[in-house]
């Protein structure tokens, strides 16, 4: 079963950076989207950004420009590279993808705290 494994959480003061990382247990060609997910203590979880196999990334309008979400194929990684956090920011990310059979697999989570 593929797993996903994310890292990288962790807290920062704003304007700081962080890069997450998800770590594919089978192959990323197993996804035909990888994109990473945030939930704020109270609220639904959101989509923050996704990459597809082909075509343009696309980010939720509050992190475009400070955020990049990248794949990896020789590392059978996912990241997202987040700049100029906000303590708006604050919640736990998720990676999240769609295996070939249909099923959705998610990563267990990493916090992202941004406080001064």
């Known amino acids: 079963q593929v797993q996903l494994v994310e890292s990288g959480g962790g807290s920062v003061q704003p304007g700081g950076s962080l890069r997450l990382s998800c770590a594919i247990s089978g192959s990323i060609f197993n996804f035909k989207t990888m994109s990473w997910y945030r939930q704020a203590p109270g609220k639904q979880r959101d989509l923050v950004a996704t990459t597809p196999r082909y075509g343009s990334n696309i980010y939720t309008d509050s992190v475009k420009g400070r955020f990049t979400i990248s794949r990896d194929v020789a590392k059978n990684t996912v990241s997202l590279q987040m700049n100029s956090l906000k303590p708006e920011d604050t919640a736990v990310y998720y990676c999240?993808?769609?295996?070939?059979?249909?099923?959705?697999?998610w990563g267990q989570g990493t916090q992202v705290t941004v406080s001064s």
């Open positions: 999240y993808g769609v295996d070939s059979g249909g099923n959705d697999v």
